[in-house]
């Protein structure tokens, strides 16, 4: 793809850098029936309902609440700002514009734009005409975030942000000496994270493979010139010139928040999808899913982050990942409420529930990105924790190879797929 190569690398069987513990056999997977699979269906879909049915003016005041805070934090921070030449006060203006850079972003412009609120008939509210504090067009980001990777969670070749492009972040993605710089690269991605979401949609990887064509991305670079356009001029220009001799503490304090903001966001992002445990997919083995099935699947390939009310505000409660791909167009701030119940079905079922803290998530999150940078042979290999899900399958619905499901759960797993660790 790269047009790069290297002579065949020696084969080592694991790095102990890399590994703070030895290789370990497999474990039995987990063989989930089809029946248990529709009823963990159905009682998400109660949930969901019970949800819906409960929303109200709380709902709406927090929001309003958040909003408030998030102005009133700007507010500060810019003011703040304008005092520059003392370096408490920049400090201070640096850290009050972060928090609300994380907030606009996390907590209501990602949710808002989900559809978390549209029952509220609230017009500036609504998901379609909603615009964040950030470089990347919201109408780009709903379709590569909200449809591409909700859809198609951790599915290999259809969910884009298993690796945005330029990371290998799953052992199945084929191995290329170009991964050499996953490190490189994954830095580089934490540091200009808003712009990395902005050309999500361009798909350059695949203009590079010549699978697209740049006459396909005019369309979409017309976007990013309008909307980071606007960005630019506000954070790097209109109020820099408006502190006056200023100009410089201003410039570089606007700078700091967004790089805190970018860190923040990747951070709390890829936690909830790369830690060690979450699993990915195949095209054929989620092909005519039925609604257990792509329940289980959003629970499978999602982790959790545990921390203190005030930290899942600030993640924007994604650090509920599992309950957002099951729920993403329920209010978020409903997630810690869902969580045991989620939890509660995941033990009854005997599924893995991926949860833990922010250190051990990140720690995990980038002990994968080294060790997925090197050849399969150099790097140490993580236990499979297989589960076996027996496919929904009926008359009109045969395998591929014309024959049916049968009763027997033996032979059932064997036609069943199996989601990898």
Known sequence: MFGLSLPSLPSIPFLPFLSGRPAAADPEPLVLDRESVEKIGLELDAL??????????????????VIKAQRGFEVAGRGLLFLGFFPPAWVAGVAALSVSKILDNMEIGHN???GQYDWMREPSLNSRVFEWDTVCPSDQWRHSHNYMHHTYTNILGQDRDIGYGILRMDPAQKWHPYYLG?????TALMLLFEWGVMMHD??????VAGKRSWREVIPVAKGWWRKAGRQVLKDYIAFPLLSGPLFVPTLLGNATANLVRNVWAYSIIFCGHFPSGVQSFTEEETADETRGEWYVRQMLGSANISGTPLFHIMSGNLSHQIEHHLFPDLPAHRYPE???????LCDRYG?????GGFTEQVASVW????VLALPPSWSPSEPESPVVIERHRSADYPFEDGGTLADDTT???EHGRKVRA
């Not at 969901?48 to 609440?65: H, I, K, M, P, Q």
């Not at 361009?202 to 203009?207: H, M, Q, S």
């Not at 869902?338 to 509660?344: F, G, Q, T």
């Not at 599924?351 to 949860?355: A, D, M």
Request: net charge negative; glycine share 4%.
């Open 351 to 355: 599924l893995p529930y991926n949860t």
């Open 112 to 114: 808002v734009m989900h």
């Open 411 to 413: 032979e059932g797993a």
């Open 338 to 344: 869902l969580a045991p119940r989620v939890r509660e």
């Open 202 to 207: 361009a798909e350059v990887d695949r203009i």
């Open 48 to 65: 969901r309902e019970e949800t819906l049915a409960s929303l109200g003016d709380d709902d709406r005041e927090y929001l309003y609440r």
């Open 367 to 370: 002990r994968k990105i080294f």
């Open 182 to 186: 996953n490190p490189v690269y994954a």
